[in-house]
């Protein structure tokens, strides 16, 4: 069974300093994993995700993550952060096998300070 | 092109009414999902569909059910409704067959039950 662990509830950083969100998964087969974003009383929107190929994937917004299996994680950045940025983060693991179904993380709440 | 819309963006139910979520689709897909979310759990799936007539349970179905009867509509019935049915309900559609693994999220439903 598939399952994600996002560690750290909220995170809080400075506008312009490095954000970094932790994501590690458990998958019986190669995963395909997702970073979405929801603002406040939105549905979530895609920020990246990683299928196959390149193991560092960039998405929209500045944000990045990089696929490492050896450490099953799948951490989301951004190299400065902006006001903007502030919001909910979830990261999700799903299967081929699975009918796509997506296993979320519990979520980080990232806040962005002046 | 609407993407995926959800109807209502509210209600208030009554302990031991029913209701009916609404979740349509223009995208042709063929997978569609159902989720809820509750604060700090992320987001838990209810049923799919993986087609017109084709439903499946996912990890938190009871209290609930679906149909599909068209590719566009993918309805949520709420038969006896209960505080701990309180959430935010979200609907997605996917088509890996399009290459498009990616979930497209509504903008949900929050439902309240007194």
């Known amino acids: 069974a598939q399952s994600v662990t996002q560690l750290g509830s909220h995170v809080s950083v400075s506008e312009g300093a490095l954000v970094l969100l932790r994501c590690n998964y458990s998958s019986s087969v190669p995963p395909y994993l997702f970073w979405y974003v929801q603002y406040p009383n939105q549905g979530l929107q895609l920020l990246l995700k990683?299928?196959?190929?390149?193991?560092l994937v960039k998405g929209i917004n500045g944000f990045e993550a990089e696929f490492k299996k050896s450490e099953t994680s799948f951490h989301l950045t951004k190299p400065s952060a902006h006001m903007s940025d502030a919001a909910e983060y979830f990261c999700?693991?799903?299967?081929?096998?699975?009918?796509?179904?997506?296993?979320f993380g519990k979520g980080t709440l990232l806040t962005v300070n002046p | 092109n609407a993407g995926v819309t959800q109807t209502p963006k509210f209600r208030i139910l009554k302990i031991g009414q029913s209701m009916t979520l609404q979740c349509t689709q223009d995208?042709?897909?063929?997978?569609m999902y159902w989720y809820r979310q509750d604060p700090g759990m992320g987001l838990k799936l209810i049923y799919y569909s993986v087609g017109a007539g084709i439903t499946d349970k996912g990890e938190v179905p009871n209290g609930y059910n679906v149909s599909r009867s068209t590719t566009e509509d993918f309805p949520l019935r709420l038969e006896l409704a209960a505080p701990s049915q309180t959430s935010v309900y979200f609907c997605?559609?996917?088509?890996?067959?399009?290459?498009?693994?990616?979930?497209?999220f509504g903008p949900g439903t929050r439902l309240t039950v007194l």
């Open positions: 999700a693991v799903s299967e081929k096998g699975s009918n796509y179904k997506l296993t």
């Open positions: 990683y299928t196959t190929g390149a193991t």
């Open positions: 995208m042709n897909h063929n997978y």
């Open positions: 997605a559609s996917s088509d890996p067959g399009l290459a498009t693994d990616t979930q497209y």
